[in-house]
Nanobody
């Protein structure tokens, strides 16, 4: 399965962006899907995960600000990001996930992602 991200850009603190991830084939074939990010000088971190059954997980750092959703009709995974902060600056990756011992893990290698810069 191929996942292609888009929607990144430059936004001021407090602003919003919506990231999109188009899935080749059917998004419903993904049991778990989510968004990771890699901030400058940091390792990849899971931001949000969405299971096919509708269970959603958020990293503590984005709870209340980010919303992950699936659009089955358009085979698209979204990440709505509100109240953005400079520390949200990162490259964001859409990933097919596996769940191993209660932890989500990416099932594919990292692509190019989409860059989000939060700066005034």
């Amino acid at each position: 399965v191929e996942l292609v991200e888009s929607g990144g850009g430059l936004v001021q603190p407090g602003g919003s962006l919506r990231l999109s991830c188009v899935v080749s084939g059917s998004i419903d074939s993904l049991t778990y899907a989510g968004w990771y990010r890699q901030r400058p000088g940091k390792q990849h971190e899971l931001v949000a995960a969405h299971t096919r059954s509708g269970i959603i997980h958020y990293a503590d750092s984005v709870k209340g600000r980010f919303t992950i959703s699936r659009d089955i009709a358009n085979n698209t995974l979204y990440l709505q990001m509100n109240s953005l902060r400079p520390e949200d600056t990162a490259v964001y990756f859409c990933m097919d996930l596996a769940k191993i011992n209660s932890d989500y893990q990416p099932r594919q290698s990292w692509g190019q992602g989409t860059r989000v810069t939060v700066s005034s």
